[in-house]
């Protein structure tokens, strides 16, 4: 916690909404994680090629700290661009944690060694632990973590992998004002919901972008291919085939980071079911449904991949590729059939 003791860490299943009810906590204002996640419209599919035999990466959102959520609370939320350790401790003097994206692959704590990166991840900074070093408060842990100023600096600034944050964005946030009515932006979230992800801007997002990762699949064993260095599911710096490092990537896209399917869609499930409990709409819940099918689907694939990690034959990579391909499909299928079920809501 910092010196004013408000701050408690928590752990999350979304790093994004997790971080942001924590701080809200703080301010004296409770709210469930599936709420702001739901409410914030962010959720969808987002799909990266990688040149090369890098991996491409799959995120579960379309859209990065859209703050609708916590706008429907009447919370002042200020963006700050601190470019230096003392930068930071200067914001944590006045509030009790600041929210920063950084990336994945260069925070100690995972392991990885930035062998792996994700520039769509975010923690809360609580206060400095003396000159040098700060508690981080990490979603995905029990407990807060210390990183040194030099290695937060580098996560906040990192280029590897998009999404991007080129202009070391942190944000501090206000107390909420108000108490949103869920019975009446519920819905509006939800028409958001429908139009991004049926229809986005970029044939990489949404449903479009699942039938992307589908197509793309299948060239992965010709253009993921040579031995790479990686860092397996203990931390173990290991050399390995490129086309089993890009699987065991989207294995832990999936269900690690929460980024596919295995976390996302069933926490848009739960909101959709609080809608329609709300509203007594029961579309909600039928359409709530249907996302959790899809998370059962993407799970199942994401645990496949996790533990076929240390598998390199040719012709058993080439197995789970297609579990990859077909997976997306039968999502997208799934996924359509809900949204599309919504869409006169």
Same mark, same amino acid.
């Given at each position: ?168 964005? #942190?944000?501090?946030? $206000?107390?909420?004002? %108000? @108490?949103?009515? !869920?019975? *009446? ?5 939800? =028409? ?38 990686? #860092?397996?599911?203990? $931390?173990?710096?290991? %050399? @390995?085939?490129? !086309?089993? *490092? ?5 294995? =832990? ?21 609080k809608v329609a409990d709300s509203t007594g709409e029961a579309r ?62």
């Amino acid at each position: 916690m910092n010196a004013t003791g408000r701050y408690v860490h928590r752990r999350g299943l979304h790093c994004e909404s997790a971080c942001q009810c924590a701080v809200l906590a703080a301010a004296g204002y409770e709210v469930d994680e599936e709420t702001v996640f739901g409410l914030d419209g962010g959720f969808g599919f987002s799909f990266f090629p990688a040149s090369g035999n890098a991996p491409d990466i799959v995120v579960g959102k379309q859209a990065v700290m859209p703050l609708r959520a916590v706008r429907l609370m009447g919370v002042e939320v200020v963006p700050h661009a601190p470019k230096s350790g003392a930068g930071l401790a200067g914001l944590l003097e006045s509030a009790p944690a600041v929210m920063t994206r950084v990336d994945l692959g260069l925070l100690p704590h995972w392991g990885l060694e930035g062998r792996s990166s994700f520039g769509g991840y975010f923690v809360n900074v609580v206060r400095p632990l003396g000159a040098d070093a700060f508690e981080v408060s990490d979603p995905a842990f029990d407990e807060p973590v210390s990183m040194s100023t030099a290695e937060l600096q580098e996560a906040r600034s990192s280029r590897n992998s998009p999404p991007l944050n080129p202009d070391w964005r #942190v944000y501090v946030f $206000g107390a909420p004002r %108000r @108490t949103p009515q !869920l019975d *009446r932006v519920g819905p509006v979230a939800v =028409r958001t919901l429908c139009r991004e992800v049926l229809k986005p801007g970029s044939r990489n997002l949404g449903l479009p972008g699942m039938k992307q990762l589908a197509a793309a699949a299948p060239s992965w064993p010709d253009s993921k291919r040579g031995e790479v260095e990686d #860092v397996d599911l203990t $931390g173990r710096v290991i %050399r @390995t085939d490129a !086309l089993a *490092r890009q699987l065991l990537h989207l294995g =832990r896209q999936i269900e690690s980071f929460g980024t596919g399917g295995g976390l996302f869609r069933p926490m848009i499930g739960r909101y959709l079911d609080k809608v329609a409990d709300s509203t007594g709409e029961a579309r909600y819940a039928e359409a709530a449904a249907g996302f959790h099918d899809s998370g059962r689907l993407w799970s199942t694939l994401g645990s496949a991949l996790l533990t076929a990690g240390t598998v390199t034959a040719r012709d058993d990579l080439t197995a789970l590729v297609d579990a990859v391909s077909d997976t997306a499909r039968s999502a997208t299928d799934v996924e359509k059939r809900a949204l599309t079920a919504l869409t006169p809501l």
